[in-house]
């Protein structure tokens, strides 16, 4: 992923996914548009940091107080932050000195929806 790509995942005019896994096979502009999200999430740190934002009270959090919740450098979680940033799954705003972060909701219930695969009459799990 380029450092000023930004994935967004596609989204029908009438707000519904258009890219269930189950519908139909995904063409391959769309796998590899969805492998760029995937691969965002495919990091322990970045999951643990999505998780962590959205979680929080009132959906947003500081930077500030991420970065104690790792053994990692204040620049590294910033750039795990802008990974995050750039699959289209959380945003930001600059207020004084710090960044707030708030997950996107509607990515991720895209990204739900991607994966939503419906139980059908005799299979198991």
């Known amino acids: 992923m380029s450092k000023q790509e930004l994935v967004v995942l596609d989204q029908a ?3 519904a996914c258009c890219g269930q896994l ?14 760029k999200v ?3 999430l495919g990091d322990p740190v970045r999951l643990r940091l999505l998780s962590m ?3 929080r009270d009132g959906g947003e959090v ?6 104690p919740a790792f053994e990692l450098s204040q620049p ?14 959380v945003d ?3 207020r004084g000195t710090w960044v707030y972060y708030w997950v996107l ?8 929806a991607v994966l939503n695969v419906p139980r059908t009459t005799g299979v198991t799990t």
Not at 22 to 35: F, G, I, K, N
Not at 76 to 89: F, V, Y
Not at 105 to 112: H, K, S, T, V
């Open 105 to 112: 909701p509607a990515a991720l219930e895209r990204l739900a």
């Open 13 to 15: 005019a009438d707000g």
């Open 76 to 89: 590294t979680i910033s750039h795990h932050l802008k990974l995050l940033r750039q699959a289209g799954l």
């Open 62 to 67: 500081c930077v500030c107080e991420l970065t």
């Open 92 to 94: 930001c705003e600059r």
């Open 22 to 35: 189950a519908a139909a096979p995904l063409d391959e502009d769309r796998a590899v548009e969805l492998a």
């Open 53 to 55: 934002i959205a979680s």
């Open 38 to 40: 995937f691969k965002a």
